[in-house]
């Protein structure tokens, strides 16, 4: 058991990245000698030096690393990206033993991060805590193997079904305790998307006013450029995607993506957010955009609030669940929070 309890402290290094490291997936590593912990470290920020790196410049006497093992939960990379290959760091410091979570499935590394380290005579167990690490990065695991963003839809509906008033005037559902919360999912994913009336009714500004950290790309639906461009989402305070059937246009942090017609709208859109390398999507709306991914399939989990006391009597109906797994409850003050996984 000594192997998975390094490797779950390096999972606990890993997780402190979320929200900063992507598109790059969250890792961690720890450096051991003869059973002491002399090195951490992890992925603080997309761009900046990756886990091993920042574990191994936190051991004060380099000498000790040939006789260390080093516990890293994806496979070190064999690449040069915007920082150098880090199986040749461990290489360089003449590293013989090597646990690893998980292999990474970016073609850039696949396995070549491995050779690297046992060609250079580094002894690499791989597997350990295998599943924990396949949950913490299960975004950037689909993304390398499905071609496409991870996919979150989020909806608040009152206790009677509904999410909006007749007029699709905004109401407010959910307490503060589910707004905080979801200010949080604004961080740790890389995009939020809405449709065209949502953008129009509740003129969301869909940044992280309510928690610490980045904001997402904002990302809007408006297939016939309808929109009014006083709406917040046009302010280009953040960087903006238009999806529309009219213009292909770049200002700044406002981006006009012109899409085909003819051609099913989300396989295209989940396509151009691929090559735009976004890792995972937040959905927040509104109920035909909820329904339109759901009715496809094209998603991966969904978070439903709904509301103990408020009732509308009437109204726009909220999304209907298709294919889900409820796999967790949780109240939230007057909220309910439903979890689901589409496993399908």
């Not at 597997?127 to 608040?156: D, M, S």
């Not at 959910?174 to 129009?200: C, N």
């Not at 339109?292 to 991966?300: K, R, T, V």
């Amino acid at each position: 058991m000594i192997n998975e309890i390094y490797m779950q402290r390096a999972l606990e290094l890993a997780i402190l990245g979320n929200g900063y490291a992507n598109p790059n997936p969250m890792v961690g590593c720890v450096v051991v000698h003869n059973g002491q912990i002399i090195g951490e470290g992890w992925h603080r920020q997309h761009g900046g030096p990756h886990a091993e790196v920042n574990a191994i410049a936190a051991v004060q006497d380099k000498s000790l690393l040939p006789e260390s093992k080093v516990y890293v939960t994806l496979e070190p990379c064999s690449h040069f990206g915007k920082t150098p290959p880090c199986a040749d760091l461990l290489i360089k410091y003449g590293v013989k033993d090597v646990i690893i979570c998980n292999t990474d499935p970016n073609p850039l590394v696949a396995g070549r991060g491995i050779k690297k380290l046992q060609d250079a005579g580094a002894i690499v167990k791989t597997g350990v805590l295998e599943q924990q690490g396949l949950e913490l990065n299960k975004r950037f695991f689909l993304f390398h193997t499905q071609k496409r963003p991870f996919i979150l839809l989020k909806w608040a509906e009152t206790t009677d079904g509904f999410v909006a008033g007749p007029a699709c005037e905004q109401v407010q559902i959910s307490g503060p305790l589910a707004q905080r919360l979801v200010h949080k999912w604004r961080t740790e994913e890389q995009a939020i998307m809405v449709g065209t009336r949502t953008a129009q009714f509740d003129n969301p500004r869909l940044t992280t006013r309510h928690w610490s950290g980045k904001n997402p790309l904002r990302i809007v639906i408006d297939r016939q450029l309808q929109l009014l461009t006083n709406l917040h989402l046009f302010d280009k305070s953040q960087p903006t995607v238009v999806y529309n059937y009219k213009k292909q246009e770049e200002q700044e942090n406002l981006y006009f993506v012109r899409l085909q017609e003819n051609e099913p709208l989300l396989p295209q859109i989940l396509q151009d957010l691929y090559q735009r390398n976004v890792l995972s999507v937040l959905v927040e709306g509104g109920p035909f955009l909820l329904n339109s991914f759901i009715e496809a399939g094209l998603w991966d989990e969904a978070m439903v609030f709904k509301s103990i006391t408020n009732a509308l009597g009437q109204g726009i109906e909220a999304p209907v669940m298709k294919g889900g797994t409820l796999t967790q409850t949780q109240q939230l003050g007057s909220d309910v929070l439903f979890h689901y996984q589409n496993k399908s």
